[in-house]
């Protein structure tokens, strides 16, 4: 079993930078991605961006990559979130996946999530 556990969410103001992170313990040798999604009131939990644990290899949903950097160390996973904008307001996940080798961007691809951290800019 993999436990993930996020912190660093809170209120931030627009244009400024939150730094989320995720702690996996547990069966983390099994772990072959990790990806960070956010999900907004009334809306689909949407794909940011993930990284391969077996090469290091990211992939940025369009029109991220310019201001969120995914990167790990070791057994934590890291959002580095800049230039934040009202509409960056969700409750922030991370997952993990013990599946095939790649980077999916759906959901589904995912079996271990954490509980969420909300990340609230005002505007």
């Known amino acids: 079993q993999v436990r993930l556990v996020e912190t660093g969410g809170g209120l931030a103001q627009a244009g400024g930078s939150l730094r989320l992170s995720c702690a996996a313990s547990?069966?983390?040798?099994?772990?072959?991605?990790m990806a960070w999604f956010r999900q907004a009131p009334g809306a689909e939990r949407e794909f940011l961006s993930g990284m391969s644990w077996r090469d290091d290899s990211t992939r940025y949903a369009d029109s991220m990559e310019d201001r969120f950097t995914i990167s790990r160390d070791n057994t934590k996973s890291y959002l580095q979130m800049n230039s934040l904008k009202p509409e960056d307001t969700a409750v922030y996940y991370c997952?993990?996946?013990?599946?095939?080798?790649?980077?999916?961007?759906?959901?589904?691809?995912?079996?271990?999530w954490g509980q969420g951290t909300q990340v609230t800019v005002s505007s």
């Open positions: 997952a993990a996946s013990s599946g095939p080798r790649g980077i999916p961007d759906a959901p589904a691809g995912y079996g271990h």
């Open positions: 547990g069966f983390t040798f099994s772990i072959n991605t």
